[in-house]
């Protein structure tokens, strides 16, 4: 029987299944630097459009962006079959509409103040 020799120089050759490994680790560092790298692009993004960052006027159509949505998922509250005090409370609270309600709530009452002290 012919003895097999190994004609590379190196003496751990790379066969189909370590070469698969490799490249497959490869890509799969790829993968988790682009998604650290996104991650920290969500971080900055959602950071960016918290209510301190925004303008006077994103704020503005922010508000009465909210304040629609708000008042049709009310009226689908109303109408739904599955009343909950949960289900009511997470209508102002989802995502950042709870700022919303409170810089609402902050204008009601100036109103209500002036109101009371004109008459």
Same mark, same amino acid.
């Given at each position: =029987?012919?003895?097999?020799?190994?004609?590379?120089?190196? @003496?751990?050759?790379? =066969?189909?299944?370590?070469?698969?490994?490799?490249?497959?680790? #490869?890509?799969?560092? *790829?993968?988790? @630097?682009?998604?650290?790298?996104?991650?920290? *692009?969500?971080?900055? @993004? #959602?950071?960016? *459009?918290? $209510?301190? &960052?925004? /303008?006077? #006027?994103?704020?503005?159509? &922010? %508000?009465?962006? &909210? =304040?629609?949505?708000?008042?049709?998922?009310?009226? @689908? !509250?109303? !109408? /739904?079959?599955?009343? +909950?005090?949960?289900?009511?409370?997470?209508?102002?609270? *989802?995502?950042?509409?709870?700022? !919303? $309600?409170?810089?609402?709530?902050?204008?009601? +009452? %100036?109103?209500?103040? %002036?109101?009371?002290? +004109? +008459?």
């Amino acid at each position: =029987m012919a003895s097999v020799q190994n004609v590379m120089k190196n @003496d751990t050759p790379l =066969m189909d299944s370590n070469f698969e490994k490799y490249n497959l680790a #490869k890509d799969y560092n *790829k993968l988790y @630097d682009y998604s650290v790298r996104g991650n920290e *692009k969500h971080i900055q @993004d #959602k950071y960016a *459009k918290r $209510v301190y &960052n925004l /303008s006077l #006027k994103e704020i503005y159509n &922010n %508000f009465f962006t &909210n =304040m629609v949505l708000i008042l049709n998922e009310t009226v @689908d !509250y109303v !109408y /739904s079959p599955n009343k +909950s005090f949960n289900n009511f409370m997470e209508i102002f609270t *989802k995502n950042e509409r709870l700022v !919303y $309600v409170g810089i609402l709530l902050i204008v009601l +009452s %100036f109103i209500i103040h %002036f109101v009371f002290q +004109s +008459s």
